[in-house]
């Protein structure tokens, strides 16, 4: 659309290895970053031969970037997920409370860990967001369904969101209702 976005050039890069993040980001000098590269087949990453590539791209990868942005002076957008979370508190501080369940989750937290590191940061976190196929509302409206016919007692949403509830949560709250 000829917006700044869009008219961008599009640069590759291999956020697993740490020296081409350097160059690019040395060569691109970007005021501020938006993360969103990752490994996001959750129950994929569980598999053994899969959990060492999930830590690669969503801890390691995640390191990189942010520690390009911290030596370039680069703004830092993170998209993480609510798997760094247990489900099991209301509210959540930005990192200490961190108990995944999973490889996923442990890989996601380590992310969110890298990125805390970085001065100006801002980590989201969100689960299943929209989209084509699986997507949070989807899968909300399912679990719905199945709570109705009672085949579910309840369904409990992370609050993945520093000081407040999230979206997430109420989006979920509004298609119970």
């Not at 980590?123 to 196929?133: A, F, K, N, T, Y």
């Not at 399912?142 to 407040?164: C, F, H, I, M, W």
């Given at each position: 659309d000829g917006?700044?976005?869009?008219?961008?050039?599009?640069?590759?890069?291999?956020?697993?290895?740490?020296?081409?993040?350097?160059?690019?980001m040395?060569q691109?000098?970007?005021?501020?970053?938006?993360?969103c590269?990752?490994?996001?087949?959750?129950?994929?990453?569980?598999?053994?031969?899969?959990?060492?590539?999930?830590?690669?791209?969503?801890?390691?990868?995640?390191?990189?970037?942010?520690?390009?942005?911290?030596?370039?002076?680069?703004?830092?957008?993170?998209?993480?997920?609510?798997?760094?979370?247990?489900?099991?508190?209301?509210?959540?501080?930005?990192?200490e409370?961190?108990?995944?369940?999973?490889g996923?989750?442990?890989?996601?937290?380590?992310?969110?860990?890298?990125?805390?590191?970085?001065?100006?940061?801002y980590?989201?976190?969100?689960?299943?967001?929209?989209?084509?196929?699986h997507?949070?509302?989807?899968?909300?409206m399912?679990?719905?369904?199945?709570?109705?016919?009672?085949?579910?007692?309840?369904?409990?949403?992370?609050?993945?969101?520093?000081?407040?509830l999230?979206?997430n949560?109420?989006?979920?709250?509004a298609?119970?209702?």
């Open positions: 917006s700044a976005v869009t008219g961008m050039p599009y640069v590759a890069m291999d956020i697993t290895n740490e020296q081409q993040v350097r160059q690019v040395d691109v000098r970007p005021d501020a970053v938006i993360h590269a990752a490994w996001t087949a959750v129950d994929a990453a569980e598999e053994p031969e899969n959990a060492a590539k999930a830590m690669k791209i969503n801890a390691d990868g995640t390191k990189y970037i942010a520690e390009a942005c911290r030596e370039t002076d680069a703004k830092m957008m993170y998209i993480s997920t609510d798997y760094v979370f247990d489900g099991t508190r209301e509210l959540h501080d930005e990192t409370s961190f108990a995944p369940l999973g996923y989750g442990q890989s996601k937290a380590a992310g969110d860990i890298a990125v805390a590191n970085a001065p100006r940061h980590i989201r976190r969100s689960s299943l967001v929209i989209g084509e196929g997507n949070f509302v989807k899968t909300m399912g679990l719905s369904g199945r709570v109705a016919k009672g085949e579910l007692p309840k369904v409990t949403v992370v609050d993945d969101q520093y000081g407040r999230t979206f949560r109420d989006m979920a709250e298609i119970f209702h």
